[in-house]
């Protein structure tokens, strides 16, 4: 089997939090998901981009949830989630050849936060499997989200899952910070930070793929992001 790269790109009007994405940048996801496709094909990966939701819950960044699917995992080893704001740079390692398929893959969130006592990652760099997936599956729903909204008017999808790795007891593969660095044009991946890539279009790292596109064919259009 192989290894999935996914990213997930359904625009933020109607959603009932759409001012939660109220920092996409278009370029910025024009950049993302080309530099991500061709990362992926360097390495023999397959890439997919979702673009219909299928959770249909707050606002579309919850639509990961949706990996944690068997059908995913019937057809590949490994599904690496990134957000759309985060740039792989192409000369950077193979991710999956630091990945452990039998449990769940994040990177300890860069500003060092702690979540019900203990380390917290940032939901943007994330890979699952078949084992990691069993595990966290069931107590994945609808219901048991509204619960901790009402306890919680602030609960989101990264406050969600980063419970949801302490509670199931899964296995954890802390990966190294450089895979998910906030705007470091110098890591293995550089993840743009919230409003930083609205208010600052002309960050290094923007700069620095910006650059590595004119070399490339893009293979999803800006237009496509509008």
Request: charged share 25%; net charge positive.
């Amino acid at each position: 089997m192989k290894n999935l790269i996914v990213q997930i790109f359904i625009p933020k009007k109607g959603w009932e939090e759409e001012e939660r994405l109220d920092f996409q940048n278009n370029e910025v996801l024009f950049l993302s998901t080309n530099l991500v496709y061709y990362y992926a094909k360097k390495y023999d990966c397959d890439y997919m981009l979702i673009n219909k939701a299928s959770i249909n819950f707050k606002h579309p960044t919850w639509e990961r949830f949706a990996l944690f699917d068997d059908n995913f995992t019937k057809k590949y080893n490994n599904i690496l989630y990134l957000d759309t704001d985060v740039f792989t740079w192409l000369d950077s390692p193979n991710i999956f050849n630091f990945i452990d398929n039998k449990k769940f893959n994040v990177v300890r969130h860069i500003a060092k936060k702690k979540w019900m006592n203990s380390d917290a990652f940032n939901a943007g760099v994330f890979c699952i499997n078949d084992k990691s997936v069993k595990m966290m599956k069931p107590f994945i729903s609808k219901e048991i989200w509204i619960k901790n909204f009402i306890k919680d008017p602030l609960w989101e999808d990264s406050k969600e899952l980063n419970t949801l790795a302490q509670i199931t007891n899964v296995e954890i593969n802390w990966l190294d910070e450089m895979w998910n660095m906030k705007n470091d044009p110098n890591s293995y991946f550089t993840h743009l930070w919230g409003q930083q890539k609205k208010i600052n279009p002309e960050m290094p790292a923007i700069q620095k793929a910006r650059q590595l596109l004119l070399t490339k064919k893009p293979i999803f259009n800006i237009l496509d992001f509008s």
